[in-house]
């Protein structure tokens, strides 16, 4: 079945330091692929999507790019700030049904140090 | 525009006890999810509704779990009797339709002693 696997955590960065966090994925179909993060004590939250091959999705300095032939959604932010400390989930849609039905990975915990 | 609300926020049973959460979409929203997230792992779906029809519930454990949405609007899971293994935060999400962003209530963590 489809599945998504990400880098094992936890991520410790300094301030303003490089962030990628690895997600990779096995899909039937076209899935579409996303970014979660979760803040402490805060529900999910969508923080950007692509919906096909070499589509890149952005938001807040974030980036992932949807590299097919790698099966790839590697997560990247050129300078973190220690306001974006939370948990991370990758995670692809049900593409072969197109009920909406996410698979997730088992997140990635980032802590940013000042 | 209000969000995803869930109650309890927490809740503290024993084995072999029930349990029902609760769970209100948005407004509007026709797609209802229920995710079990334990504790180290991402959230797992259990059940989808439209509107009030069951979509998928083909992970969710049949001989403890149910789950309704009566009036395709608000939401009910139980867990009945409850296991040690049921412990975990309890996420509800919803969508405007089928195959459209989800977004996340805070979720109802259950730990079950």
């Known amino acids: 079945g489809d599945s998504v696997t990400q880098m094992e955590g936890p991520v410790t960065l300094s301030e303003e330091a490089f962030l990628t966090i690895n997600c990779t994925y096995t899909a039937t179909g076209y899935p579409s692929l996303f970014w979660y993060v979760q803040y402490p004590g805060e529900g999910l939250q969508l923080l950007l999507k692509?919906?096909?091959?070499?589509d890149k999705g952005s938001n807040k300095g974030f980036e992932a790019t949807y590299r097919k032939e790698t099966t790839s959604f590697h997560l990247e932010k050129g300078s973190v700030q220690v306001s974006d400390s939370a948990v991370y989930f990758c995670a692809l849609s049900d593409g072969s049904g197109n009920t909406g039905k996410l698979i997730f990975g088992q997140g990635t915990t980032l802590q940013v140090k000042p | 525009e209000a969000g995803v609300a869930q109650s309890p926020r927490y809740k503290i049973i024993e084995k072999r006890q029930s349990v029902a959460f609760w769970c209100n979409p948005i407004?509007?929203?026709?797609?209802l999810y229920w995710y079990q997230q334990i504790l180290g792992q991402g959230p797992k779906l259990l059940i989808q509704?439209?509107?009030?029809?069951?979509?998928?519930d083909s992970q969710l454990p049949k001989d403890r779990f149910s789950a309704e949405r009566l009036k395709g609007v608000d939401s009910t899971l139980k867990i009945q009797p409850a296991k040690l293994e049921d412990s975990a935060v309890y996420l509800c999400?919803?969508?405007?339709?089928?195959?459209?962003?989800?977004?996340f209530g805070p979720g109802t963590r259950l730990t079950v002693l």
């Open positions: 509704f439209q509107n009030n029809g069951v979509v998928d």
């Open positions: 999400a919803s969508s405007l339709d089928l195959g459209l962003e989800q977004f």
């Open positions: 692509a919906t096909k091959a070499d």
């Open positions: 407004s509007g929203h026709a797609t």
